[in-house]
């Protein structure tokens, strides 16, 4: 038997969390295999073999028609290791969007795809996603992706969802915040020091809020733009008082 996870989460294209992989394979076995894609290039761009889920965090290698590479903002090649733009090409991907030449343009620039999804490549060649590029955060002068901070929040117990967005700051340009739902005995300063336990300083959230739910897409996807605008409608509201 295997089973084939999709890594679009809720949030974005994501591996499956360590905790909830770790409780599956205890029920079912090692039988999951994770498939990284967008409507793009349907579902076919990475996977990651149930014999590979060591390598946590990865969503594996391209699949076998598919080239894939990790490029930086002049469209090159990135060393091994280094963050940049996961783009792909081959037989898969989409002609073009419908009557949007400049958004195809944009999309397939030198001859690739380009998902959109910032992440890097090891030296085996298994790839990982660190989170969509328009959702990075700038912090003190450092890179910060919110997803790698979701995922520190959603392993502490009784969070159910989780989104990072920044706010801006005089200091740090975005400051990070925080906002879960989850368990309504959540302790969000127990919270607060399980994050620093586990975050780099200009990571960690500079305020956690609890709501009773996060607004989502249609697609079930949880809308930060939209988490973004209601924190920084009532921080407008308080600075008008």
Same mark, same amino acid.
């Given at each position: ?88 090409? $081959? ?33 085996? $060649? ?116």
């Amino acid at each position: 038997m295997l089973i084939c996870i999709s890594t679009r989460l809720p949030m974005g294209p994501h591996p499956l969390l360590k905790s909830i992989l770790r409780r599956a394979e205890a029920r079912f076995g090692r039988v999951f295999a994770q498939s990284y894609g967008q409507a793009e290039s349907p579902m076919v761009i990475t996977c990651l073999r149930p014999e590979d889920h060591d390598r946590i965090g990865s969503c594996g290698r391209p699949f076998t028609i598919v080239e894939v590479a990790v490029l930086g903002d002049d469209d090159k090649e990135v060393p091994v290791g280094a963050t940049g733009e996961i783009c792909c090409r $081959g037989p898969q991907t989409m002609a073009y969007y419908w009557n949007r030449p400049e958004a195809t343009a944009e999309a397939f620039r030198n001859g690739w795809l380009h998902t959109g999804d910032v992440g890097r490549m090891d030296a085996d $060649g298994f790839f990982y996603i660190l989170d969509r590029k328009n959702d990075m955060l700038i912090s003190g002068g450092y890179n910060v992706y919110p997803r790698e901070i979701e995922d520190v929040l959603l392993a502490f117990p009784g969070v159910v969802e989780a989104a990072v967005i920044g706010v801006p700051d005089e200091k740090w340009g975005d400051r990070v915040q925080a906002v879960v739902a989850g368990h309504a005995d959540l302790d969000c300063a127990a919270l607060m020091e399980h994050a620093r336990a586990h975050l780099a300083g200009h990571k960690c959230p500079k305020a956690i809020e609890q709501w009773p739910e996060l607004p989502k897409s249609g697609a079930n996807k949880i809308l930060r733009r939209t988490v973004r605008d209601r924190i920084m409608a009532r921080l407008t509201e308080k600075d008008i008082a």
